[in-house]
Structures are given as C-alpha cells and as structure tokens.
C-alpha cells in the first residue's frame, strides 16, 4: 500500500498573554510553514519572558511549550523534548494537579517520544495526559478523542491490533457525537480502524471503513484533494489485493 495516514495530533496550549512583536512574527511564521523562522522568534520571546517574569511564570510555560512543537516540526525531537520537560516542570509547580494544560504537554511528550520509536514512554505520557482529561473535561471532549486517536497509533505500531482498534473506536465515538459523521476528523478516524483491519487482513471491513472515510472527505475536501485520492488509492490497492489472494 502506498501511503498510510495515521496522523500524530500534537495538541496546542491556549496563549494567556504574549502578546509581544516576537510572539506575533512566530505566529505569522507558522502560518506560512516557516518553521525555523519560527522558533528563531520564539527563542527571542523566552528571553523576553525571563528577564520580564523569571523561569516560574505561565508566559514562560507557553514560549517552552512553543518551542517544543516547532522543534518537533522541525524534526529535533531531542530538543523538542528538552523544552516540553521544562515546561512540564513549571506547570508541576504553577498549576493545579490536573490542569488541562498539564494534560496537553503530557500529550506533546508522548508525541515526541511516538516519533522517535519509544512506543512505551509514548503510552506512558498519552496514559498521563488521558487519565487528567478525564477528570477535569467532559467525556465526550474532542481533545479525549486525540489522545484516543495517539494512543491508538502506538498499539497499532506495536502490532497489538485489538488495542487499537478499541482506542480507534473510543475516539470515532466522541467525535461523532460532537463534531459529527462528516467531519474531517471522523474521517481520519474512520480511516484508523479501516487501515488497522487491513494489517489485521480483514479485508471486507477494512473496505467498509475506508468507503465510509471516502464519502465524508469527497464531500468535505474534494474529491481533488489529496487525503482523499491517498484514500481511494488505498481503497483500489486493497481490491487488487482481494483479486490476488
């Protein structure tokens, strides 16, 4: 199979303040996918916010946690890491014990660590950041159904099918119930647990799933869009594969 999608969701935390002429070139930056720009900016506003609020201040735990996502983008998951881990510090010590803010940075981490292949220190921080999200959001919250959706991903890295597949269906659940049968996002979950029925050589259910995330992205993104021309390529790969076999 050509290409499969199972997108990693780095989640992004709320911007108290920080509000600077720095702050606002990185924004601008990401925008355009000038990722380096980006951080270089992004660098400048942490030595804004230390010289105006010391290492222990929220505004220092959102530069941190900007500098982990770029570095992440970037490809540096080691540095990525790095600035993720202090800004975790700070929240420990700022925050509340289950801040959802908290909650998000615990999922960057097992984000990072999916990425460099550490599937067990992924699951221990997407444990982490789900077990807080549970606590302080309501069950059917869009950011639980991420979480469901990245640790779903590790367990299907790691072989465990069956696992993943509950994950799957735990975040296709939410995000019908709150985003809808034809969002993009229940689109992508869709295409999860079609792909995952696929290595498991399922092949009937793989295609029913794949041909319910066909119809939503034709009429969400266009039939010309390349989510969803990955999946009709999928769709006629696992055909040709049901003639062979």
Not at 136 to 145: F, M, Q, R, T
Not at 171 to 195: D, F, M, P, Q
Request: contains cysteine; hydrophobic residues 30%; aromatic residues 10%.
């Amino acid at each position: 199979m050509k290409k499969l999608l199972f997108a990693v969701v780095f989640l992004w935390m709320t911007v108290l303040s920080a509000y600077s002429t720095s702050y606002k070139l990185a924004e601008k930056a990401k925008e355009r996918g000038d990722y380096k720009s980006a951080l270089q900016y992004t660098l400048e506003q942490l030595d804004e916010d230390l010289n105006s609020y010391g290492e222990n201040a929220k505004e220092v735990i959102i530069s941190y946690g900007q500098l982990g996502y770029y570095c992440e983008k970037l490809g540096e998951y080691d540095k990525a890491l790095k600035y993720d881990l202090k800004a975790l510090k700070i929240q420990k010590k700022l925050l509340s014990k289950n801040d959802p803010s908290t909650a998000i940075t615990y999922n960057n981490i097992g984000g990072v660590y999916f990425k460099q292949g550490k599937y067990q220190e992924a699951l221990d921080n997407y444990g982490k950041s789900l077990k807080m999200q549970k606590k302080v959001l309501a069950k059917n919250d869009p950011a639980i159904a991420i979480t469901y959706n990245n640790i779903g991903n590790v367990y299907r890295k790691q072989g465990k099918y069956e696992e993943a597949l509950d994950s799957y269906e735990k975040a296709l659940k939410i995000r019908e119930e709150v985003l809808g049968k034809n969002h993009r996002s229940t689109a992508t979950t869709c295409n999860n647990i079609g792909l995952v029925y696929y290595k498991q050589g399922k092949y009937q259910e793989a295609l029913n799933e794949l041909d319910k995330t066909l119809k939503i992205q034709e009429k969400a993104l266009g039939k010309d869009h390349p989510s969803t021309k990955n999946t009709q390529s999928n769709i006629n790969y696992i055909k040709n594969e049901m003639i062979i076999k």
